[in-house]
């Protein structure tokens, strides 16, 4: 902790009180930073699969600042006005801290209303974002790991039918990349990720920004006509695709279940990682999956 104070202090000049770590995800480590002046949120992230799209994002997310989006992270400049620094191949940014309950109990179409808000910005924002591309970029990566774990007695259970849609979601990767569409900023996973403080409500996480269809937003909620029909008022051209929503959810659960395989490379708490790939993938994703087949 006094490395990250010490650090925080030199790269931001603020006269850092206290540090304490905060809920960690797959992505990277997260740290309370107290200062004389106010909070702040602090992730660290290593070079992964993840980091690239983090870092590309941050510009994006500032100019949101800028036009008057106040219910979203946003990271805070260094001294030398960049939006993070490296040290010893580590890569560190700071955020402004929100204050507040991390929950899924929260109005749906409020959520929904400023993930429209932001979607409409898309053309006043200047910094170049990622666009989807529907490239599997874990292809062998996880044909490797799923071949490693296929007699843990989670995948056993249910090797063939994972094989199977693994095949599909290739396939309708590819018939995906020949079709042309409206492109959009959406975040991807913001149904779990809202804060609540009072009554405001605010989006963090914005991990995986990325101009894409619509859907991307809506994969889990694909039956919610309530939540449909916010698109359908607000984008008239909007008619959902379940090709595409089929996608999203497809990579939600391959992407979760790759990043549990590299949890078992690390040795982490066995038991408990295949308790998790039952519950956040089998128990979830999976089943959606069976709905939309």
């Known amino acids: 902790m006094k490395e990250i104070s010490r650090l925080i202090s030199n790269r931001y000049g603020f006269n850092v009180e206290s540090v304490s770590v905060a809920l960690r995800g797959f992505v990277g480590e997260t740290y309370i930073i107290n200062t004389d002046r106010e909070k702040y949120f602090l992730k660290i ?161 914005w991990d995986d920004l990325l101009l894409a269809p619509l859907e991307r937003d809506l994969w889990f909620f694909f039956d919610n006509q309530e939540v449909i029909e916010l698109y359908r008022k607000e984008f008239p051209n909007f008619h959902m695709d379940r090709d595409i929503i089929l996608y999203y959810v497809y990579n939600r659960f391959f992407d979760d279940l790759l990043g549990f395989f590299e949890l078992l490379d690390q040795q982490k708490e066995y038991e408990s990682v295949v308790e998790s790939i039952q519950k956040d993938c089998f128990d979830w994703t999976y089943k959606l999956i069976e709905e939309l087949v």
């Open 45 to 205: 992230f290593q070079e992964n699969r993840y980091f690239a799209n983090v870092l590309q994002g941050l510009p994006v997310l500032r100019e949101l600042k800028d036009l008057g989006v106040n219910y979203i992270n946003f990271p805070i400049f260094t001294k030398e006005k960049t939006f993070y620094f490296v040290e010893n191949n580590r890569y560190y940014i700071l955020f402004n801290y929100i204050k507040g309950e991390n929950t899924e109990e929260y109005e749906l179409s409020k959520v929904f209303q400023q993930l429209i808000e932001i979607s409409k910005l898309t053309k006043s924002i200047k910094s170049p974002i990622k666009r989807e591309n529907f490239n599997v970029l874990y292809v062998e990566s996880f044909e490797e790991s799923i071949e490693r774990y296929k007699d843990v007695s989670v995948i056993q259970n249910h090797l063939d039918g994972v094989l199977n849609h693994w095949s599909r979601f290739k396939d309708l990767a590819n018939t995906l990349k020949r079709r042309s569409h409206a492109m959009y900023i959406t975040h991807g996973d913001a149904f779990g990720n809202v804060i609540k403080d009072k009554e405001d409500l605010y989006i963090i996480d």
